[in-house]
Structure formats: C-alpha cells, structure tokens
C-alpha cells in the first residue's frame, strides 16, 4: 500500500511514527505542511517527501494534486484541525485524521473556529485515531463520531532505551528527593502550577533538587522567578534534553512531575513510569488513564500548586513506599506502553480504513 503521512513538519513524534512505517511492507511517503523541522531530526531510510513546504500551508487543492500524482492509497494526518482538516478538503478518501491531544481537548476548547475545524475533518474521516480514553470520549460525545471507527493507542515507548537503570538516590532517606519535569513551558502544561508548588515545598524546608528541562514562552519570565527565590540552588534549567539522553535525567530522578491541564497519554509520563520513575502528577482524565493514586504513582488536584507542594512534603517525609510504586509504574509501562506493540493496533486502524472504503466509500 502506498500510505502518506502527513503532520505539521518533522518533530520527535513524527520522526517515529515514520520510522515505524518505514519496517513495515507498505511504501511510506512524507508530507509536512510547514518547514519546521526539531534540531538533530532527519527523516528515516525509505521514506520520500513528497513536498517542501514555504513559510505559508499549502492549500487543499495542491495536496489533492500531491496525493494524485503519488497515488496515494491511504493517507494518516495529524493534528485535526489544521493537517487533517487541509487534507479532508483535498477531497481525498481514505482519510485516518490523528489526535495529538491538545487539539480536542485543549485548542478547540477554547476557539469555537477550531472546534468547528475538527468537525469538518472528522466528517470526512473514515477512522480516527486517538491515543488516551478521554480523546476518544471527546470525539464521541462532541463529534458524534462512530466509536466503531476509532482506534485507540498509546503512541508506546522503546524498552530497550527506556528502563530502570539503578537505585534511585533520594529514596533511603539520606539524600534530597530528586525530581524531573520535561513539560514544554506553555500555558496547558501547567509550569507555573509546577513553579509554584516547588517554591511553596522549597518554602516549607524540603530540601530537594529540581531539573527542569525543556523550552517554552513561559520558561523565562518562570526561569527569573525561581532565580529571585530560596529554592535557586536547588533548581537545574537543562533546556532541551535529547532523546538519547532522557533515559539518564529519568533514572535519575525519584520522582516525575507534571502539572499538566491537558494531556494525552502523555509520552514522557510513560517514558518516565518504564524507567521506574514515580509519577506525582495532576489528577485529570488521561493521567486517570496510567496513574492509580497510592498504586504506582500520585496524583494531585489539578491547578493546585499547594496541593502539590503537600504532595512533595508528604512522600519527602516517609519514603517507603517509593520502591513498591516504581515497580508498579514500570509494570503498568512495560504492559500497556510498548510501541512495538502498540505500532500493530495502528497498523490494524489501516486495514480497518481501507475496508471502510472499499464497503462504504468512507
């Protein structure tokens, strides 16, 4: 099958939805609608682009020309309301249109003109493609989409990069509890929840140290507050951490935390539980989804920084159950998040496509 896949540009996702396609029989074609590109990122052996992009998207009707000349007998296109919307009106049939989360369950929220986006998009599906229960939900009970031609899975981890490596160092008690986050610094991540809840916990006396990684539109304005406070030494800005490395800041850390409002299956959450790493993170759907409260990991209130930094002084003062929830979370990681199974229920939404097609016209 000659199967397209078409995204924003090349980022960390994209770079292994493709590599995953490009070990499979089918012939893999690539079309990013921007020239964005992550540093570092070169598109796998046997994929072809079939576009350069210029600054501005391209329209419908050049994709419907691309698709044409190439043609395409399949296409898979995320996010919803701008890449799958642009190759819904291409006219092209079959079409799979993927969530990435934050375009349901955050973006349309908050722009009636991205809801009505992804409509349109998912009106001209004939499968969607969805990674957690809550973006499934969402289609669902919004869309109206057919919950028959949905496919959920979680986009998975490689457990041959992502494993427990190592005691944890804060956990007999002798050391500070060491904590990870690698949320982008935007709005829907909650970093300022995250900020807040360290400088309260940093306020009380816990004596821990902090890595926060990543980059963001909030990072400095956040970056300069932590500075001015009493938890600066206890706080480490490692910007953007690569994939190669994250299996270290992991193993590293005895906790991860997320103060995210929105989420998927969140990637770095399981990333961070297949490492054996006890999530402390917000009490939402999704997370709901990988995270039992006192199970394999904690959950706080949602938007509550103090809540979290009770959170952090709790597990700080009695440590003994770290060792059973890292050993639950990597379970819990290793059963539900492995891509290489998690590769064949996508593979099996596209035969599901296809045969849509071929029976209904979808």
Not at 37 to 42: H, N
Not at 304 to 329: F, H, T
Not at 339 to 351: A, E, F, P, S, V
């Amino acid at each position: 099958m000659r199967l397209l896949y078409a995204s924003r540009g090349l980022g960390v996702h994209d770079e292994r939805f493709l590599k995953a396609l490009s070990e499979t029989d089918h012939e893999v074609f690539f079309l990013p609608l921007t020239p964005a590109v992550t540093p570092g990122l070169v598109l796998p052996a046997g994929v072809r682009q079939i576009h350069q992009p210029e600054e501005k998207v391209i329209t419908p009707h050049s994709i419907g020309i691309l698709l044409e000349k190439w043609k395409i007998d399949l296409v898979h296109a995320g996010p919803v309301y701008d890449v799958a919307r642009a190759v819904a009106f291409s006219v092209f049939r079959p079409l799979i249109s993927m969530s990435w989360g934050f375009d349901l369950l955050w973006e349309a929220e908050r722009d009636l003109l991205l809801w009505m986006a992804i409509k349109e998009a998912l009106e001209h599906s004939a499968v969607f493609f969805c990674d957690a229960h809550s973006v499934e939900a969402k289609a669902i009970q919004e869309y109206g989409f057919d919950p028959k031609r949905i496919v959920v899975f979680p986009w998975g981890v490689d457990h041959n990069t992502f494993f427990p490596n190592g005691m944890k160092a804060g956990r007999n008690g002798n050391q500070p509890l060491r904590l990870f986050s690698n949320r982008t610094w935007e709005d829907q991540y909650g970093v300022d929840v995250l900020v807040d809840g360290l400088l309260r916990a940093g306020k009380a006396g816990m004596p821990f140290t902090a890595v926060l990684a990543g980059e963001g539109s909030l990072k400095a304005a956040l970056q300069e507050k932590i500075k001015k406070s009493s938890i600066a030494r206890q706080v480490l800005f490692v910007g953007r951490v690569t994939q190669a490395d994250l299996p270290r800041y992991y193993n590293d850390a005895d906790l991860y935390l997320s103060a995210s409002h929105v989420d998927g299956s969140s990637l770095s959450l399981m990333e961070a539980m297949a490492c054996g790493t006890v999530p402390l993170v917000s009490n939402i759907a999704s997370n709901r989804e990988w995270v039992e409260e006192g199970g394999n990991g904690y959950l706080f209130e949602d938007g509550d920084g103090a809540a979290l930094a009770a959170r952090l002084l709790s597990v700080d003062k009695d440590r003994s159950q770290l060792p059973m929830l890292a050993r639950q979370a990597h379970l819990v990681a290793e059963q539900r998040a492995d891509w290489q199974k998690n590769i064949q229920i996508m593979l099996g939404g596209y035969d599901l496509a296809m045969k849509l097609h071929q029976e209904q016209g979808l």
